[in-house]
């Protein structure tokens, strides 16, 4: 039996575990008693795996007890437990999560208050500045920016992607003018705005799309929840305007076309009149 004491060689008192793991064969310690100090806590017991099985660098280790990671000196798990000190215990050691680390920091002038990723790939922001912020990732997790564009003048506080049956990609963001935006991506960027959902009486704190683009819902400060048209029925009616201006067809959505946020043309949608219901 092995035999582990405290480095200064303090009494404490000793108990008899074995060591077990469902990890691969190179990562198993001797299935052999162990004598180790009860006052041992998840550091320690990780430092004796680690020389038992000769690990440079060493390798950070969780511990469970009777299914229960271990968080407290042994002796305190053991009497939390009613364990007797005088059995042997079971150790089962499982590779730590290592809490993440910051590879690179992507600055903003104001506080980011909404982080969507897309299917393409691209991670879009929002913040307090009323921009949104384009991102795209190297194969070695970098960051740069692409694109920027004022969305909401308040600043923003929500953006929910989705990706149409033709596969467009579509961007909805919310802010705290009390407006909805629609946005799509024609290959640089979500700046080419489509519509402005309007119906919120004071800031719009929440954006969410349905997979399928068929409905949106959002919620603001003024306490309503609306329920409005997808992206696919507002696109189309935008498809019917733009057709008749050029004398295509006879037919007219009744939606205001104006001057977006971003510098484009987008079709405002007001609610009711189909948009569909609110709750407050």
């Known amino acids: 039996m092995v035999e582990v004491t405290e480095p200064h060689g303090e009494s404490d008192t000793q108990l008899t575990c074995r060591f077990v793991t469902k990890l691969a064969e190179e990562l198993r310690v001797p299935d052999s008693p162990v004598s180790i100090p009860a006052s041992l806590t998840r550091y320690g017991l990780s430092q004796i795996v680690n020389h038992l099985l000769g690990l440079d660098p060493p390798r950070p280790f969780d511990f469970l007890v009777e299914g229960e990671l271990v968080r407290s000196p042994l002796q305190q798990l053991l009497l939390s437990k009613a364990i007797s000190a005088e059995s042997v215990l079971t150790i089962e050691y499982v590779p730590a999560v290592v809490p993440p680390t910051s590879k690179q920091q992507c600055p903003h002038d104001d506080w980011v208050t909404a982080v969507t990723g897309t299917a393409a790939g691209y991670v879009v922001t929002g913040s307090g500045d009323g921009l949104?912020?384009?991102?795209?990732?190297?194969?070695?997790?970098?960051?740069?920016?692409?694109?920027?564009?004022?969305?909401?003048?308040?600043?923003?506080t929500s953006l929910s992607s989705v990706l149409t049956a033709k596969s467009e990609e579509l961007l909805y963001s919310a802010g705290k003018?009390?407006?909805?935006?629609?946005?799509?991506?024609?290959?640089?960027?979500?700046?080419?705005?489509?519509a402005a959902f309007k119906g919120h009486t004071d800031s719009v704190q929440c954006v969410a799309a349905s997979p399928g683009c068929k409905q949106l819902a959002s919620c603001g400060w003024d306490g309503v929840i609306r329920l409005w048209r997808g992206a696919d029925a507002v696109m189309a009616s935008a498809s019917e305007d733009e057709g008749a201006v050029a004398g295509k067809s006879g037919k007219k959505s009744g939606g205001k076309r104006r001057r977006g946020a971003g510098g484009g043309v987008e079709q405002e949608v007001a609610a009711g009149g189909g948009t569909g219901g609110s709750w407050g």
């Open 132 to 156: 949104v912020r384009t991102w795209e990732l190297s194969d070695q997790g970098e960051a740069s920016c692409s694109g920027a564009f004022v969305a909401h003048p308040g600043g923003v």
């Open 177 to 194: 003018d009390g407006v909805l935006r629609l946005w799509i991506n024609k290959g640089e960027g979500f700046d080419r705005p489509v």
